[in-house]
């Protein structure tokens, strides 16, 4: 049965009792997978951009050359009831790039989540990208409420090497419910990319999320060679640290994550990304 409104002070009230590991510190949205700068830093590239750029900011979708797909779990802070699921479909086409998008956060007692329908268009040095979202959040015995958002990105390629771009969250502002009691925050980002070469990217983004600290984000992607690299990064609102590693071969690509938050603990993530066609010869 469905329940148009659930009251805000009983929706937090359980959230609280179900997820004790989430507390005020944690500075950042329950949306928000905890090592988002890593699989979205390819954004503001040309040679380390994915489909995960993509759910970063819809702009990446025109710059992909081959279509593909991927999924990336995490289990954040350790807690079962604090899983996390992604997966992304992109197409590139010659009237640009399409996604469709799925996200998951929490358990059966209460969990969030948002499925996303995305475009992206090059238009000279720069990208163009929308997509519309629906989003719910269910708490079990109270039923689900559901809302439709949107989100815009840009991205510019000022040269060979240097990529900058801004994305925005919910602009409008969307609400849940008939009575719209319960709103979901704003987010609005900047941010930029250096090439200095085939191997390397030195990433940064500055954040601001309604009701909240500015957090900036700055990252590093090194690749040891075509098949491994690393990435590594930290997010100055919670002082988190975040790092991972990736392998690929033929048209697979596989990448262990974790990052560090001082009061809640470690989040460990895995990551698969698979394209149409064979990336790099054997």
């Known amino acids: 049965m469905k329940n148009h409104c659930l009251p805000g002070t009983l929706k937090y009230w359980l959230l609280s009792c179900c997820w004790l590991a989430v ?6 949205s329950l949306r928000y997978p905890q090592a988002a700068p890593y699989i979205g830093q ?11 750029s993509c759910m970063a900011n819809q702009a990446a979708l025109a710059g992909l050359s ?7 779990a995490e289990k954040r802070f350790l807690q079962e009831k604090l899983n996390s699921y992604n997966a992304i479909v992109a197409l590139p086409t010659r009237l640009g790039g ?5 996200q998951y956060l929490g358990s059966g007692e209460y969990n969030e989540s948002q499925v996303g329908l995305a475009y992206g268009k090059k238009l000279g040095r720069v990208d163009l990208g929308v997509q519309f979202n629906y989003a719910m959040m269910r708490a079990a015995g109270y039923g689900s409420d559901g809302t439709m958002i949107v989100e815009i990105g840009t991205l ?14 919910n602009p409008s502002g969307g609400k849940y419910g008939k009575l719209e009691q319960e709103k979901m925050a704003w ?48 997010a100055t609102s919670t002082t988190t640290p975040w790092l991972g590693a990736g392998w690929a071969w033929k048209n697979i690509r ?18 698969l990304i698979f394209t149409t066609t064979k990336e790099h010869a054997d």
Not at 159 to 165: E, F, L, M, S
Not at 220 to 226: E, S
């Open 23 to 28: 507390s005020p510190a944690s500075a950042q």
């Open 42 to 52: 390819g954004a503001y590239s040309f040679h380390f951009v994915d489909v995960f």
């Open 66 to 72: 081959q279509a593909g797909g991927g999924v990336y």
């Open 98 to 102: 399409w996604g469709i998008s799925a």
């Open 156 to 169: 510019w390629h000022i040269t060979d090497q240097v990529h900058i771009g801004m994305h925005i969250f």
């Open 187 to 234: 987010v609005y980002k900047v941010g930029g990319g250096y090439e200095a070469s085939e191997k390397l990217l030195v990433s940064a983004d500055i954040i601001k999320e309604e009701n909240k600290a500015v957090n900036v984000q700055v990252g590093i992607h090194y690749a040891l060679d075509h098949r491994f690299f690393m990435r590594a990064g930290i």
């Open 254 to 271: 596989a990448d262990i994550t974790g990052s560090y938050h001082p009061q809640l603990g470690v989040t460990p993530g895995l990551l």
